[in-house]
């Protein structure tokens, strides 16, 4: 029989994405067979699964957490923002289209038989489903037509826990509020609130605790401490760039532009980690320093926009100086696209159709095309014959004299450039810089060799489910869980 068990939260950001990568490992350790579950998500930050699509990095995380491979019936429905007001929708892994924010609000129960067969068909091969919702589950000007929160869960009569961060004050007034305003057939799905990133004496809470649950008439859980090694997971948000610009205090600095619509930005994570590293994520209207080692292009999910905003910025005076000085740069998917001397986008796939001209430091040309190349890769580093464990995840053609020195090599195929002096390269693999070897040999005497990333993700996995076994009654968690039903 299998069970499930939503998990909510009072606002975007409360921990819902860690709580469950936790809860999945943490019962997953206890013999369970756990499946993570995201009906909709919102994200740039996107993984490759074993089924040849993508889902949202979280998802994957939470996989490799449940110590399963991802698949793309965990998140059938994940919007990559390519506008203010627009979105590229990808349904079980594949583009669909893009759309404004407006119509596909209008038109998104359509997906939710989709949503509903995923769900089921990962309740075929597990015993406890974790599903997590998205943003905030009192927007209630938004409750037409859900998918992604009480939608979902009335649809498959899911039980729900809604969690409050505490860290953003107001944690009282927001789970007691979110039962004033939600639906009451709604509200009744909710089984137990919980508060997240408590610092302090938990006891100071008790009468807090109290206090909710009287005013709820469900449970409180909790509180469970703040996890400080959550920093060494790959985040699913953007706004974890919001926290401190600088990574490190490593004498070799890697500067890397912050573009509006940067994507998989997690990339970084392995150079984060390195203790010899400092990694300066560069605001708008800031110059990018001009002691840089290295210039990192990051992905784009609108490269030909982003690379407007890059020369708004400036950016590209402070890139050609940097060259010119022999500095470094690389380029990353989007990034590598706009290190050539065009972007061609003639369908207006990302935006309106038209030809940028790149920045030129590498000779080579893109045609963005409809067809999004979606890979996991193992390449070799043509430099130093290094094995590099990555993914493709792009849509575009790039092809110039410069390919001809390619970056590295899948199979026989040449893969991405490098300029003729060696101090420019672009490749479309992400995920690069978790291979350790490689990533040792690319930075030189500024990586160590004791840092071994992948091992140390999961480490902090089962740390993080240590902690939740510390603070949670997960016996009685489980007990909330109901069985799924299925179609």
Not at 3 to 16: H, N, P, Q
Not at 139 to 154: K, S
Not at 306 to 311: E, G, I, K, N
Request: overall charge negative.
């Amino acid at each position: 029989m299998t069970r499930a068990l939503m998990f909510m939260g009072t606002g975007s950001d409360v921990g819902k994405s860690l709580l469950v990568a936790g809860l999945c490992r943490a019962f997953t350790n206890r013999g369970l067979r756990v499946a993570p579950f995201k009906p909709q998500n919102m994200s740039n930050n996107a993984a490759v699964t074993e089924d040849g699509g993508e889902i949202g990095r979280a998802q994957a995380l939470q996989a490799r957490a449940a110590k399963r491979p991802p698949l793309t019936a965990m998140n059938p429905v994940l919007l990559k923002p390519e506008q203010e007001t627009g979105a590229q929708l990808v349904v079980r892994g594949q583009r669909r289209t893009s759309m404004s924010a407006r119509d596909y609000f209008a038109r998104r129960a359509v997906l939710l038989p989709e949503v509903l067969a995923a769900y089921n068909e990962l309740a075929t091969n597990a015993d406890l489903i974790l599903v997590e919702g998205a943003g905030s589950a009192s927007e209630v000007n938004l409750r037409a037509n859900d998918i992604a929160n009480f939608g979902f869960a009335q649809a498959a009569n899911v039980p729900v826990i809604v969690i409050g961060d505490i860290q953003r004050g107001g944690v009282i007034a927001s789970l007691v509020g979110t039962f004033a305003v939600i639906d009451p057939a709604d509200a009744a799905l909710i089984a137990a609130t919980l508060i997240n990133k408590f610092q302090g004496d938990t006891t100071l809470f008790d009468a807090g605790k109290t206090f909710i649950a009287t005013r709820t008439g469900v449970p409180c859980l909790g509180p469970i401490p703040y996890f400080a090694d959550a920093h060494k997971l790959p985040a699913e948000d953007v706004m974890a760039l919001d926290a401190p610009q600088r990574s490190g205090t490593g004498q070799y600095v890697i500067a890397v532009p912050r573009l509006p619509r940067i994507a998989n930005f997690d990339d970084l994570d392995p150079l984060r980690a390195e203790p010899g590293v400092s990694v300066i994520v560069v605001e708008p209207g800031h110059a990018l320093p001009r002691n840089a080692d290295l210039i990192i292009l990051p992905g784009s999910k609108a490269t030909r926009a982003d690379l407007a905003a890059l020369r708004h910025n400036g950016w590209d005076i402070d890139i050609l100086a940097h060259h010119r000085a022999g500095g470094r740069v690389l380029g990353i998917c989007g990034g590598y696209q706009m290190l050539g001397k065009t972007i061609a986008d003639p369908d207006g796939i990302e935006g309106p159709p038209g030809t940028s001209p790149g920045l030129g430091l590498l000779d080579l040309d893109t045609v963005l095309t409809p067809v999004k190349q979606l890979r996991v890769e193992h390449a070799t580093h043509a430099a130093t014959s290094l094995p590099i464990a990555g993914y493709h995840m792009h849509m575009g053609v790039t092809q110039g004299p410069d390919c001809a020195n390619p970056f590295a090599y899948v199979d026989a195929t040449r893969e991405g450039a490098v300029s003729p002096d060696g101090r420019v390269a672009g490749t479309y693999l992400h995920g690069l810089f978790a291979a350790d070897d490689f990533r040792r040999a690319f930075l030189g005497n500024a990586a160590t060799a004791s840092l071994n990333y992948e091992a140390g993700i999961d480490t902090t996995l089962d740390a993080l489910a240590a902690h939740l076994e510390s603070h949670l009654d997960l016996d009685a968690l489980l007990a909330l869980a109901q069985p799924v039903r299925t179609a």
